[in-house]
């Protein structure tokens, strides 16, 4: 018995020769569902309807989306934006870096401020020196024969409207007083108030009896009257290496602005900077102390959390960093050169990150790396994606991709559960997106709009298969398809609408095209009233009436009007439909398709193109023999299998 039969579906592995491919899988596999072990089409997408803040419109520069509660935010810069460590946090704030690129600065907004585009930069400066030593009430004591004197001295530090508080300043020997009890201090700041940070008060703090800075009072004025008893001090100064983390100020960090934030257990935020990566106190995403950074040995790419630590990617060798405290995290350097190739490709996919490196697709766990694609991808077939400019993203454990290759725009998804179904292309590509873990949502931009992953109608699929080889030279015959075709009826509900004159709409939208399948029911409701002296017809490419398959009942206007026409399988592939009155200007095109294609190949040329509308025999060309042959198939619908032989005895045996 000689043909080829398929039953079960799978997905690409082009480093394998077509030949040498296993009998299900594929050389071309595009907008398809292999999870049933059949052909499905993929969900398309659904578009979505959404008002970024600060009047940011959506367009095809889009970069990163953003959600946080009701509010999007979106940019034409990559950003990484994370929410508030602190839980029930009464600000609801929003951190993120990117803004300006390495040469600006890691900033914060919040819910309430976000719309209008006020961002604050992250991180509470120290403030300005005092102009002289704080001076003294009266200035010689009366007690200076009964008492002996206190030095004190003091500090201050910004705090910002949020409560956040940056370090003070340095105390000066200069500055010290000896003071008596019956003296009172009076404390001038400077008149110079840092502008970044939303900078509201200034924090006083005193020396006592120890030397140690307690707190005095949160001042708000020009000055401060102090006279408060040592036993009134408050605490003792906590923030004394809480400065913000790297800015784009390249005298003091000649490797740029903080990048690449991400949240960590135990409320510990970090980010990275050329090779050192910063971690914030835990809970004060506003303080990056020096002490609390760590250097790796090349450029830092990206960082990802991980269960037991923080991945580090770099353009050399990863690293793993673990610790439950920001002051004593230890990194230990992995023994693999899967560097990392862009910072965008870096996903969290629960248990698992997956990025990019130069020689494929690799999946980080905590047992070590692995290069996924291995066999299913050379590394000149991944070079050729151009995998430097991968943005992607999870969703239900796939990861979803996209590329530019200088040539063309396009996506693929890799789910590394699904074995020889694991690695499929997408026909489209989406330059930014968000992964909505509450809703279970991925929103894409893509053309420039923002739409749900998988939530739309039917893609339309293509499959081809391997290359079958026979060692004779045959011809094969004929040819079934089985598909799962959709008989169901459409309803169109018809009204007349002015938009430039007359136009049908249909089901609300004006005008538009359409898409119908042979063998399918349309039906064209016209009772509404203002169909009527409007009767809908049909018309081929060349205004050619046509009536094959039309039936139409009522008077427009009038209840029980409708128009229903079932589809002819040997309808064209375009037609019109229009108002037989007023003519094509109140309609629009429409493409006429089968429930499926398929495409025979015999040694490398096209043979035969079937357009399949159930699943009965049909005959397959003649007069010629080969010894390779591929099937493509091409869908919206199931197809649960497809078989080509000699004769149509050799399909009733199969």
Known sequence: MTGIKLDTFGGKAPKIFARLLPTDMAQVATNVDLDSGRLEALKGNLSASISPVASYSISSSTKTLFKYSTVWIGSDEDLDFIRSPIAEDPHNRIYVTGIGGTGGHPKMTTAAIVGSGTYYRLGIPTPVQFAGAPTMSPTTSANVSTEEPTSVSYIYTYVSAY??????????????????????????????????????????????????????????????????????????????????????????????????????????????????????????????????????????????????????????????????????????????????????????????????????????????????????????????????????????????????????????????????????????????????????????????????????????????????????????????????????????????????????????????????IRGRTYIFNQVDNTNSNHPIAFRKSDDSSYTDGVTSTGTPGSSGAQTTFIVPLDAPDTLKYYCTVHGNGMGNSITVSSFATMKLYADGVLKHTQNVNDDDLFPLPSGYKAKEYEIELSSSYPINSVCAYESAMEIGRA
């Open 163 to 516: 409560g956040e508080e940056g370090p003070p300043i340095t105390a000066l020997v200069s500055h010290i007083l000896e003071k008596r009890s019956d003296q009172t201090v009076t404390v001038t700041f400077p008149t110079v108030v840092a502008t970044e940070g939303n900078i509201t008060l200034k924090r006083l703090y005193r020396t006592d009896v120890t030397g140690t800075f307690r707190f005095v009072a949160d001042v708000s004025g020009a000055s401060y009257v102090d006279n408060v008893a040592e036993a009134q001090l408050g605490e003792a100064i906590s923030v004394t290496n809480h400065e913000g983390p790297p800015n784009g100020v390249t005298s003091e960090h000649p490797d740029g602005s903080m990048q690449g934030l991400i949240s960590m257990p135990n409320g510990i935020v970090a980010g990275f900077t050329g090779q050192t990566v910063c971690f914030s106190e835990a809970f004060l995403p506003h303080a990056f102390p020096k002490a609390n950074q760590l250097t790796m040995k090349s450029d830092i790419v990206a960082i990802a959390p991980m269960t037991n630590g923080l991945l580090v990617l770099t353009k050399e060798k990863p690293a793993m960093i673990q610790g439950l405290d920001p002051r004593s995290m230890s990194m230990t350097e992995i023994d693999s050169t899967l560097s990392c190739v862009s910072k965008n490709s870096v996903v969290d996919m629960g248990s698992v990150v997956m990025y990019a490196s130069p020689d494929g697709l690799v999946l980080a766990s905590e047992t070590g790396l692995k290069l996924i694609t291995e066999s299913i991808l050379t590394r000149d077939q991944w070079q050729a994606l151009d995998p430097s400019t991968i943005r992607a993203y999870q969703f239900e454990g796939q990861y979803i991709a996209f590329y530019n290759d200088g040539s063309e725009q396009k996506g693929f998804v890799f789910d590394p559960r699904a074995g020889k179904n694991g690695y499929t292309k997408l026909d489209f590509y989406a330059s930014a997106g968000y992964n909505d873990l509450e809703n279970d949502e991925l929103y894409l931009v893509v053309g420039g709009s923002v739409v749900k992953y998988r939530q739309g109608t039917n893609l339309s699929y293509t499959w081809k298969s391997k290359k079958f080889f026979q060692e004779k030279p045959v011809n094969l015959s004929i040819a079934k398809v089985d598909i799962e075709e959709d008989l169901t009826n459409t309803t169109y509900t018809v009204t007349v609408v002015n938009s430039g004159g007359n136009k049908f709409a249909l089901d609300g939208t004006t005008a538009p095209t359409l898409s119908l």
